[in-house]
């Protein structure tokens, strides 16, 4: 039999955009779903003030905020506002009130400079500038180009400022790619540039989420260390209220109260970086012991790279079926994700894509190259950010026929596991061979009396770029360098040895755990 299809008439007005059912899907509107569904649940916990807050607490001071900001200032969709503030659950209420306008905040750094501070504000054309009161002395010091107002939180006048507004949703049109937050990047290269996330991309990563850690439901409580104002401590804070479990928020990282937290507040999840967990590691037997997992799913590990032998001791402290290792950047969020049962079966490994994520790894005429073979990591998603705001340039060097690469190099073994390298930029050209300078790291972190290591090059007039590895001992152990040499040389090939070794109290970092290489090279004591 004939199947017959309808075709419309040339004068019939039809638009194929969008169905009739369609409703945006923003960040808001799924904190409101789970408000209604448990209003009287705790959404929040501010780990630093004994203070819980309810859902329909959330929403109604979130409700606040945005009719505030709409009604006695103006701001609406395509307007801009800044942030500068540590952890608190004041953060998570103006970035979700702003949010309910159809503005966008601009995350800073709360230990900037004023000129810093400008810098960020003038960038994203702020119109308003919300501070937490510890850092209102920085911000007051600063002339910005476009912001009109200030407003100090965390303090009575921030409460007054609240009981004066509306506790009522905004009828504001928002479409699920509108921006949602412009995350400055650390500025490791160069001056920071705004990435611009949408709702749509950060929706559909906490989808994600809760899909590959299994820890983010509506029985589920996680542990926000991670600055709120980088991309990866905002998502991993947001992704449970928006799918309705709870948040403690803690205010700065205190490697026991993570545990303590852990053991006595049901807490199920928790992202943290690289030198948290190093952290945790440092603290003595007795307060290693001290505290049990509790109801501990998963420890998520992000924003650079987590050391093997790092790896293998939180596998001891905590067990063999809670450490994930998770790649991404703030452009292309989460990328792939190493599960707990293969930590140390794939050594030096970050997993597989992450769900509805395409990788490929491309050498420098853009073809894919075969299993083992270095090149640059692209992925593609529906995670990745609109842009970099005001900076078409930088967006089109980012990408590669709509497949983007934060600039790192990567292989892939044979069964599609992905193995990070290190960045291009990093690479160490020494005699003429190439170096990444994260092999050497790795060697160096399984020596019993380091802590941490960033490995450079710097500037040789024979070599070109001589190896130096600066290094952080652990508490109470003394190594010299001639020793680490020696150590190296048992696992790395001669040109590969670090020419110097440089003791160091810590290492430079941004707020997503990345170690700042440019500090390194710009402070690097003369030998």
Known sequence: MERRVAVPKPDEQIDRRRPGSYTPVTIVDGIRASAARAPNKTALVDGGRDRELSY????????????????????????????????????????????????????????????????????????????????????????????????????????????QARAQPLLTPIEDWDPFALVYTSGTTGRPKGVVLSHRSRVLT???????????????????????????????????????????????????????????????????????????????????????????????????????????????????????ESYGSTEASLVSNLRPLAQLEKQECVGLPFPCTEVRILDEAGEDVGAGAPGQLYSRSPYLFNSYWGQPEAQEEAFRDGWFSAGDMARRDDEGYLYIIGRKDDMIISGGVNIYPREIEEVLTHHPAVSEVAVVGLPHEYWGEAIRAFVVLREGKRVNEQELLDFCATDLARYKLPKTVEFVGSLPRGGSGKVLRRELHSTAGRR
């Open 56 to 163: 329909a607490s959330v929403v109604n001071r979130l409700d606040r905020v945005a009719n505030a900001l709409a009604g006695e200032l103006g701001v609406g969709r395509g307007d801009h506002v800044g942030l500068m503030a540590p952890n608190c659950v004041e953060f998570v209420e103006v970035v979700c009130g702003v949010a309910a306008t159809g503005a966008a905040v601009a995350l800073v750094n709360p230990r900037l400079t004023t000129s810093e501070l400008e810098y960020i504000c003038d960038d994203s054309q702020a119109r308003i500038l919300f501070v937490h009161h510890s850092v209102e002395d920085v911000a007051r010091a600063g002339s910005f180009a476009t912001v009109e107002r200030v407003i100090v939180i965390a303090n009575d006048d921030y409460e007054e400022w609240l009981c």
């Open 206 to 324: 906490f989808f994600a989420m809760a899909a590959e850690y299994g820890c983010y439901s509506p029985d589920d409580r996680s542990l926000a260390v991670a600055p709120l104002y980088h991309g990866g401590g905002l998502g991993f804070t947001l992704g449970p209220l928006f799918l309705g479990g709870s948040c403690v928020v803690a205010q700065k990282f205190d490697p026991e109260l993570v545990l303590r937290a852990i053991h006595e507040q049901g807490v199920t999840a928790a992202f943290l970086v690289p030198t948290h967990l190093a952290g945790i590691l440092q603290l003595s037997e007795p307060q290693l012991k001290r505290y049990g997992n509790g109801m501990l799913k998963a420890l998520i590990s992000n924003g650079a790279p987590l050391p093997q032998a790092i790896k293998e001791r939180v596998i001891e402290r905590f067990g063999h079926d809670v450490l994930h």
